[in-house]
C-alpha cells in the first residue's frame, strides 16, 4: 500500500484531488471517457467531463468508484506523483 505522507491510498482525501489529476490519472490508467462510462454503474461521460474540467463535483462515493478503478491499474509511485504534483 502507498504512503503518502503517512496515509494509505483509502485514506486519500478525494475532494482534495485536482481536476487536472481526475484527468491525468484517468489517462495514466488507461480509460478514455467511454470506458470509464461503461465501468462504473450510473456514471456518464459528461459527469466524468465536468469533473475533469472543474465545473462539477461527483459526489463522494463516485469519485471514491473512479479513484479505486483508476489506482488499480497504477502503481503506488505514479499515483502519488499524480497526487502530489497535480
Sequence with gaps: MSERHGESLEDVDIADI???AWRL???????NQRAVEREVDNLMQAHISMLESGSRGLSQSRR???FALYTAELDDEQVD???EHF
Design 25 to 31: 490519472l484517468r489517462v495514466a490508467a488507461g480509460y
Design 64 to 66: 471514491r468508484a473512479l
Design 81 to 83: 506523483a499524480l497526487l
Design 18 to 20: 485536482s481536476p487536472q
